[in-house]
């Protein structure tokens, strides 16, 4: 089964820049909301942030004004630009799809990419 496919995370200093990208292939991207989540062992997967085929995006608060969100409908991917990163940033970030207005990851998940962040 095709899933959501992942890229760009690494190590970087406190302070640093990282892009993440996600492709959905197959997908109907016209209907296709996209977003992203991140989770650190022992914790609970939380929101980072979302973004609907017309562009609208939402943030969690803890990342709003450092990471944007984008996505590039004709190569069905979408992105996350990540700013001034953080050490309490370090996660393995997900991506997630859905259709419509179902909850992001009901359609597919990514495989997961480990950003860290060195203080």
């Known amino acids: 089964q095709v899933q959501l496919e992942e890229s760009g995370g690494g190590l970087v200093q406190a302070g640093g820049s990282l892009r993440l990208s996600c492709v959905a292939p197959?997908?109907?991207?016209?209907?296709?909301?996209m977003g992203w989540f991140r989770q650190v062992p022992g914790k609970e997967r939380e929101f980072v942030a979302s973004v609907g085929y017309s562009g609208k995006a939402r943030y969690a608060d803890s990342v709003k004004d450092r990471f944007t969100i984008s996505r590039e409908n004709v190569r069905k991917t979408v992105y996350l630009q990540m700013v001034n990163l953080k050490p309490e940033d370090t996660a393995v970030y997900y991506c997630?799809?859905?259709?419509?207005?179902?909850?992001?990851?009901?359609?597919?998940w990514g495989q997961g990419t480990l950003v860290t962040v060195s203080s």
């Open positions: 997630a799809g859905a259709y419509g207005g179902s909850p992001l990851g009901s359609d597919a």
């Open positions: 197959g997908r109907t991207f016209s209907n296709y909301r």
